[in-house]
C-alpha cells in the first residue's frame, strides 16, 4: 500500500496534463470552493467530491495568500492539481487493504488474500486513475468498505454500508449502480427482508445528505444537479459523444484490453473453486450493469477490478499448489505477468495526458503583451481558466484530422494552438495567408501542439 501510494503522488506529480476534461472539472472545481477561482461547473456534476474531499486540502494555500481574484496570488496549477489528486491516490490505496479484509470472508486463505490485494495494488485502472483526480477509484472504495461493513453479525451494519453506497454515488451518479452488488453480499451475510430494506435505507439517507446537501451548499437547491444531469444525458436532446458510445456487449468483446489476459486466464483457472462464485457474480453483475449504458469506456468498470483481483488470487492459488508441474508454473508465471503488464499499461495510459498543451497553455498565459482571445483545439487539454486565467477569452475547436481551419475561424485571435499532427498543410498555408507564424512547439510528449501568434 505504501509503495502503490508513493508510486501514484510520483506519477501525479510527473504527469501534470489532463486525459479528457473530466479530471480538469474537478481540480477546478475544487479551486472554486477554496480558492475562489471564477469558474463554473457543468449544472449535471453534483459537487460532492470537489467541494468536501478537495477543496479541504486547499485551503491551506488560500491561508497561505494564494486564491482569486486579484491581489491575491494565484497558485501553481501543477501544485493544484497534484493536491486534487490526493483524495483519489488515498482511496485507491485504501482499497488495496479493504481487498485483503474482504477476501476471506470470500472463502480466500491469508496467502491468496495477499495476492488479490497485490492484483489489485497493480492493475493498471486503479494503479493509473488513482494518479489523477478521477473520482471513481473513491466510489470504488466506498463500494469495498460498504461490504467490509456489511460482513459484520451487527444487525445494523447494512445501513451503514448502504450509507456508504450512498456516498459512492454523490461521488459519480452512474455509480448508484453499485448498490446492486452490495445488496447481494449484504443478503449473503444475513438473508432476510429487513437487511434489504436497512442497506436501501442507508443508501437513501447517504444519497440524501452527500449528493442532496452538496447540491444545497451549491446551488441552492437539494437534488439539482441530479434532475440535470437526468434532462441532460436523458433529455430530448442527450449531448452525444461518439467516441464513448459503445455497443452493449463492449467491455465483454474488449475484456483482454481492460482485464489483462494474464487476469482472465487467472481467473479461468479459478471457475472451478467454489469460493470463486461470488467474486465472480459481483464482477460480472457490476460490467452487466454498466453495459446497460451507452457511454462506456474502461475507466467507468473500475468497481469490477477488485473482484477480479480475488478471481486471480484464487486462480493462481489453485494453480501454485497442484501437482502438476505444468500448470504450477502457468500460475506463477501469469502471477507476474499480470502486475508488469498493469504497469505498462499505466505509463500508456498517463503519457496520454495533455502535458504539451499544459505547457503550451502557461506559455500563452505568460506571453507579452497579453492575448485577450485564443483558439485552441480542445480547450480543455490546456487546463481551462486555471492555468490561462480568467482574461482570455477561448474560443474552442473540436479536435479533428485534419483539423481543416476556416479563415473565420482566426478572426481577432492573437493567439492559437493545435496539435501538431492534425494540421494538414492546407492548414498550414491558411496560418500563413491570415498572417500567422508558428511562436512555439512543445513536444516533449505523445501529442506535440504548436503555437502560432500573428506576424503584426
Known amino acids: 500500500m505504501l509503495a502503490t501510494l508513493a508510486a501514484k503522488l510520483a506519477l501525479a506529480a510527473h504527469y501534470d496534463g489532463f486525459l479528457t476534461g473530466d479530471d480538469l472539472e474537478v481540480v477546478q472545481s475544487g479551486c472554486r470552493y477554496a480558492l475562489g477561482l471564477p469558474y463554473r461547473p457543468w449544472s449535471l456534476r453534483c459537487e460532492f467530491h470537489p467541494l468536501v474531499l478537495v477543496a479541504p486540502l486547499l485551503l491551506p494555500l ?27 491516490a488515498l482511496a485507491s490505496t485504501l482499497s488495496i487493504g479493504l481487498v485483503f479484509r474482504l477476501a476471506p470472508g470470500f472463502g480466500l486463505t491469508r496467502r491468496a488474500a495477499a495476492a488479490a490485494a497485490a492484483f489489485d495494488a497493480l492493475h493498471w485502472l486503479p494503479l493509473g486513475y488513482g ?5 471513481r477509484p473513491i466510489s470504488t472504495m466506498l463500494l469495498l468498505a460498504a461490504m467490509t461493513a456489511v460482513a459484520s ?23 448508484g449502480a453499485l448498490l446492486a452488488p452490495f445488496l447481494l453480499v449484504a443478503l449473503r451475510t444475513r438473508r432476510s427482508a429487513s437487511t434489504l430494506a436497512l442497506g436501501l435505507a442507508g443508501f437513501l439517507i447517504g444519497a440524501a445528505v452527500c449528493a442532496g446537501g452538496a447540491d444545497l451548499l451549491t446551488s441552492g437547491r437539494p437534488f439539482h444537479s441530479l434532475t440535470e444531469y437526468f ?18 456487449s463492449w467491455y465483454a468483446t474488449s475484456i483482454l484490453q481492460w ?3 494474464a487476469g482472465v486466464l487467472l481467473a479461468a483457472f479459478a471457475l472451478p ?17 454498466f453495459s446497460a449504458v451507452n457511454f462506456k469506456t474502461y475507466r467507468y468498470v473500475q468497481a469490477a477490478i477488485p473482484f477480479l483481483a480475488i478471481l486471480m488470487a484464487i486462480g493462481w492459488d489453485r494453480g501454485s499448489a497442484s501437482p502438476e508441474r505444468w500448470r504450477r508454473a502457468a500460475a506463477l ?19 496520454d495526458e495533455s502535458m504539451d498543451a499544459v505547457a503550451a497553455g502557461r506559455w500563452i498565459r ?11 483545439e480542445q480547450g480543455w487539454a490546456y487546463g481551462g481558466i486555471l492555468v490561462l486565467g480568467e482574461e482570455i477569452d477561448v474560443r474552442d475547436l473540436d479536435p479533428r484530422r485534419p483539423l481543416g481551419l476556416a479563415p473565420s475561424d482566426l478572426d481577432g485571435i492573437d493567439a492559437a494552438a493545435f496539435y501538431a499532427a492534425d494540421l494538414s498543410s492546407e492548414d498550414r498555408e491558411l496560418l500563413r495567408r491570415e498572417g500567422f507564424a508558428a511562436a512555439a512547439r512543445f513536444a516533449r510528449y505523445r501529442r506535440p501542439v504548436e503555437v502560432f501568434t500573428p506576424l503584426r
Do not use: C
Open 62 to 88: 488560500r491561508l497561505a495568500g494564494f486564491g482569486y481574484p486579484f491581489p491575491a496570488r494565484p497558485p501553481d496549477p501543477a501544485t493544484v492539481a497534484w493536491i486534487a489528486a490526493l483524495p483519489t
Open 131 to 135: 494518479a489523477t483526480p478521477y473520482p
Open 153 to 175: 453479525p451487527s444487525r445494523f451494519r447494512p445501513l451503514l454500508g448502504g450509507l456508504l453506497v450512498g456516498a459512492g454515488f454523490a461521488v459519480r451518479f452512474s455509480e
Open 231 to 248: 434532462r441532460i444525458m436523458y433529455g430530448v436532446s442527450p449531448p452525444s459523444y461518439p467516441h464513448y458510445e459503445k455497443p452493449w
Open 259 to 261: 482485464a489483462g489476459p
Open 273 to 289: 473453486a467454489r469460493a470463486a462464485r461470488l467474486p465472480l457474480a459481483l464482477f460480472a453483475t457490476i460490467v452487466l450493469v
Open 333 to 351: 508465471a501469469l502471477m507476474v505477468a499480470a502486475p508488469l503488464w498493469g504497469i505498462e499499461r499505466t505509463f500508456n495510459l498517463l503519457r
Open 366 to 376: 505568460t506571453r507579452q503583451p497579453h492575448p485577450r482571445t485564443v483558439l485552441l
